[in-house]
């Protein structure tokens, strides 16, 4: 096992010129992002800063904080990359959570920062990646300039800090059902078994140019990160997901690499965007995970995008990667999630644990290299969630005679309606075959007499006309009685995350 940090140490010294690193007019070799952070690891050091110790990063996409992530690894400790639209509490939980020694910030989170860590409890140091960083020298007394460190430490004879297989190298914060974030601990060894993994699947090489679009405080994006540093690629910061900022860097920079979730392909599909208007020679692959792609989203993209190689894929954080679809089996295995990543071990099983037979749906559960070793502080949640060996991801499917996960929703997710259950994600499907349907989601709402009724929210393609009638008439001739929406309201927009997923506890 060879730590992600040192996967940089040998393409720096492989290809020291070869551009590692585009963000905005920024453009960095290898051998730059090697030396600085280099030079950072050696100032973490001098600091105090070791194996073990948590380091934030609250910033927005740049080059530095790239440097930041190679930089503590180096060091021994363990980045925190905390989601830059945060807010207050959150904020505050994640500070106080994981006990940050230190944070990285930038000009545009310093002030929101400010605001969340007096209660939090943090007064360590902090480390600009900002030219100018708002309130120096007032709200924070220790500031410190990366561009100083980098300038200014020596890093001849700094030696990175031994760590091993499974030691933390990263907490990574995700929603939680109590409302609060939860920490999911990321070992050296998940990270760099799921990359090696990732890489082979995807077929990476060194012209690969990977667009990377959600922050760092997801793990797709750390995928994309540590997998060019693997292979010698180049990634390629996005930090607008304005359609048209996105086709005018899939084309500037000749992308050939995209991984992005489903409801980030609606929008490059809606009518305003310039998307279908272009061809992508260079876009090789497109890897989609997160919610269920919708079956006529899938059929356009590929008709648009007839040359590049589409691969479907399952996982949860605290797998990090679990299955991928590859591009031969689309038409044999539709709607498929595939089959589960090389070292991985999946299965299906009911109530009582037993493994269900082919075809049966049930939860979800994971074994294998990539899964995490629990919830940061919370060993309650661990236990519960992570037993005997594998992870009860709480999501539902099933698997095929062939070995082929079919994913049908979060299990705290269904909806209890007239005595039945029923799955969201199949009542958007089926929403969303109405031409005139951009996004739908379905929720769970009180109802009189009935209890809990159906309701779907739904987003109309630009100058498209439907009636909640058209909606309900439709999902009637494609669903049973029970999951046919009751409720259907329309909206110009739905909520999303920082990650372009629908924010469904922002729909209520």
Partial sequence: MVPVHELLRRTATDSPDKEAVVCGDSRVSYGTVDEAATALAAFLASRGIGRGDRVGIFATKSVEEIVAIYGILRAGAAFVHINPQYR???????IADCGIKTVFLDGSRARIFAGACGEA?????????????????????????????????????????????????????????????????????IFHDATVASAEVLHNVPADRIISVTPFSFDGALSQL??????????????????????????????????????????????????????YPHLRYVSIIGEVLPAKHLARLRG??????????????????????????????????????????????DDAGNQCPPGETGTIVHSGA??????????????????????????????????????????????????????PEEVETCIHQLDAVAEAVVIGVPAQEIGTAV??????????????????????????????????????????????KINRAALV
């Fill in 226 to 279: 540590f997998t060019a540093t693997l292979v010698g690629g180049t990634l390629v910061q996005q930090r607008s997901s304005f359609p048209k900022d996105i086709v005018d860097t899939l084309l500037k920079e000749r992308i050939s690499g995209f991984h992005a979730v489903p409801s980030l392909w609606g929008v490059l599909l809606q009518e305003r965007s310039p998307f279908p208007q272009y061809r």
């Fill in 304 to 349: 648009l995008l007839a040359s590049t190689q589409f691969y479907l894929m399952y996982g949860t954080t605290e797998a990090f990667r679990s299955t991928y679809l590859p591009p031969a089996d689309l038409d044999r295995k539709p709607g498929s999630a595939g089959i589960p990543f090389p070292g991985v071990s999946l299965k299906v099983v």
């Fill in 370 to 423: 990539f899964v995490s070793p629990g919830y940061w502080n919370d060993p309650e949640r661990t236990k519960a969630t992570f037993v005997n060996g594998w992870l009860h991801t709480g999501d539902q499917g099933r698997i095929d005679e062939e070995g082929y996960l079919y994913y049908a929703g979060r299990r705290d997710g269904l909806i209890k309606a007239q005595g039945f259950r029923v799955s």
């Fill in 121 to 189: 409890g943090f007064s360590g140091p902090i480390i600009s990646l900002s030219d100018e960083l708002a309130l120096d020298g007032k709200t924070f007394s220790d500031v410190t300039h990366l561009t100083s460190i980098v300038g200014t430490t020596p890093r001849q004879q700094f030696r990175p800090t031994d760590v091993g297989p499974d030691d933390l190298a990263a907490i990574i914060y995700t929603s939680g059902s109590t409302g609060m974030p939860k920490g999911i601990m990321v070992t050296h060894r």
């Fill in 455 to 500: 309701k779907a929210i739904v987003v109309l393609q630009v100058g498209a006309n439907a009636t909640a009638n058209d909606v309900i008439n439709h999902c009637r001739r494609g669903l049973p009685h029970y999951m046919v929406p009751s409720i259907v309201e329309f909206r110009p927009a739905l909520p999303k995350t920082n990650g372009h």
């Fill in 88 to 94: 207050d509490v959150h904020l505050r939980h994640v």
